[in-house]
Nanobody, 125 residues
Framework: QSQLVESGGGLVQPGGSLRLSCAASGFTLDHYIIGWFRQAPGKEREGVSCISSGGGSTYYAEFVKGRFTISRDNAKNTGYLQMNSLKPEDTAVYYC??????????????????WGQGTQVTVSS
């Protein structure tokens, strides 16, 4: 069964850091764009960041630029989202997703082929 599994979420104080992981099983991520999305209560799911299959191109939403860093390790079949300088407004369920090659950049939410189950990130003092 092909799936993505996120890990690394939790409770952190404002200004703190977390590193999310997205592990693929049942398929290899080599030719997939990896995306990170988040959804806060009562809000729509929004794109946070994505990274090309080879890692050479990245995209960040304005509200995370300079604070979050996306990366991948194809040998480990895993993607990562390093989140620094976290703010209370970053509180959400974070999802990773994968799309094969993708037809647009950044890929639209509906283009993604696989989704993880989500991991909760809570930023609070």
């Amino acid at each position: 069964q092909s799936q993505l599994v996120e890990s690394g979420g939790g409770l952190v104080q404002p200004g703190g850091s977390l590193r999310l992981s997205c592990a693929a099983s049942g398929f290899t991520l080599d030719h997939y764009i990896i995306g990170w999305f988040r959804q806060a209560p009562g809000k729509e799911r929004e794109g946070v960041s994505c990274i090309s299959s080879g890692g050479g191109s990245t995209y960040y939403a304005e509200f995370v630029k300079g604070r979050f860093t996306i990366s991948r390790d194809n040998a480990k079949n895993t993607g990562y989202l390093q989140m620094n300088s976290l703010k209370p407004e970053d509180t959400a369920v974070y999802y990773c997703a994968a799309v094969y090659l993708g037809s647009s950049w950044p890929p639209l939410l509906d283009e993604y082929d696989y989704w993880g189950q989500g991991t909760q990130v809570t930023v609070s003092s």
